[in-house]
């Protein structure tokens, strides 16, 4: 592949995995005590914490990805975070047959945004990068 598609299909790629966690982030920041409650009824501990780092993670993480600045860290952590939040909160094995196929769908959806993530972990950000910029001066 040509360079100039490889950067522009990278930009593109952090771009659409990041907006699953910026809007994200986002909302659980404004909305903590709703978050606290939803993390509560899965039976976490310390629901308004765990809210406060969620939001922040995905929100700060999303950016990062956005402009390519340390999205080794960004990938890797925001891909913990994804799978560790399926397992929590996407339990289609223990939910009523009617709710099945939404969380089986959501987790599978995790499960290969994971992948993504680790991908970029992996591979780096790209050419058009804060990253590869800092790699240039």
Do not use: C
Request: cysteine-free; overall charge positive; proline content about 3%.
């Amino acid at each position: 592949m040509n360079s100039s598609y490889t950067a522009f299909v990278s930009l593109i790629g952090r771009i659409l995995l990041a907006y699953m966690f910026i809007p994200a982030g986002y909302g659980k920041l404004v909305n903590i005590e709703g978050t606290a409650g939803y993390i509560a009824s899965s039976g976490l501990p310390m629901g308004s914490a765990l809210a406060v780092l969620a939001g922040l993670l995905e929100l700060l993480g999303g950016l990062a990805l956005v402009l390519g600045w340390q999205v080794r860290w960004a990938g890797l952590a925001l891909a913990l975070f994804t799978l560790m939040a399926s397992f929590f909160f996407h339990t289609f094995w223990s939910v009523p047959a009617e709710q099945q196929m939404v969380q089986q769908l959501m987790f599978m959806k995790n499960l290969s945004v994971t992948g993504g993530l680790l991908l970029i972990s992996a591979l780096g950000a790209g050419p058009l990068s804060l990253d590869a910029r800092r790699q240039r001066a």
